[in-house]
């Protein structure tokens, strides 16, 4: 029969285990491609932050993957659609282009895309703030949902398709098909739509009416600079799931 002193090793060691497994450093990011077609996330870290994946990856209909992101990561994930590259990776994408590359290494995406923006904790809270933004328009429906977490963790989603109703003035057509319906900044590119100049601050510039759409549609999105109170959306979990084409 084990000592008590046995016992007790025993009990430390897997607890030991048990605490190093709970506290392991980082954030899951699980990318999933519920598309009826290849999506092509990019990705972009933050000034001062990794870009994981060397900022590119290709993802069937129906594939999924898992980015191990560390503590403290911030930066913004989007989806390309209609991509072709060749062996040395050189090509381009229908939306969400970066420079022709499928490695986007420290490029952003051309808009308009449905952007996946996060910081996952920082020097002063380990909060994670995280959003889906259509400030720079909307290409592919998106979402992220926390796992676990606890009460207070919210979901970030533009669940429904932009291009099915966005306004004549903002659509983006490629070989005939809208793959792409711009913001009001992206299409007038002016200090009032881009809340800019004069307008650079949430008493001057209020929702434009192609904004308010957007909101219509999407009320989890970001559809505007100023539009944090619904939008922004803030966890403490170890598991998020970004999701292309969201079941909506």
């Not at 109703?165 to 007038?188: D, F, H, M, R």
Request: hydrophobic share 35%.
């Amino acid at each position: 029969m084990p000592t008590p002193s046995i016992l007790c090793c025993f009990f430390f060691y897997f607890f030991c285990i048990f605490i190093s497994f709970c506290l392991t450093d980082g954030t899951q990011l699980i990318l999933v491609n519920n598309c009826q077609e290849s999506i092509w996330p990019g990705i972009l870290g933050s000034a001062g932050h990794e870009t994981p994946r060397e900022g590119g990856f290709h993802l069937s209909c129906g594939e999924q993957t898992v980015l191990e992101l560390p503590e403290r990561w911030s930066g913004r994930i989007w989806p390309r659609q209609g991509c072709c590259f060749d062996q040395t990776g050189k090509g381009s994408c229908q939306t969400g282009d970066c420079a022709g590359l499928l490695e986007c290494k420290g490029t952003g995406g051309k808009p308009p895309a449905t952007l996946v923006e996060m910081t996952l904790g920082g020097p002063t809270s380990p909060l994670h703030y995280y959003d889906v933004s259509l400030v720079d328009g909307f290409n592919v429906p998106v979402s992220m949902v926390p796992i676990g977490g606890g009460v207070g963790c919210g979901v970030a989603a533009c669940e429904a398709d932009l291009n099915v109703c966005c306004p004549a003035a903002l659509v983006v057509k490629k070989e005939g098909k809208v793959v792409g319906c711009k913001s009001a900044c992206l299409a007038a590119k002016t200090d009032r739509y881009c809340c800019t100049g004069e307008f650079a601050n949430p008493k001057s510039c209020a929702p434009t009416v192609f904004a308010n759409l957007f909101k219509a549609i999407c009320p989890r999105a970001y559809s505007y600079a100023y539009d944090d109170s619904s939008s922004l959306k803030t966890c403490r979990a170890s598991r998020y799931v970004i999701t292309f084409c969201p079941p909506n």
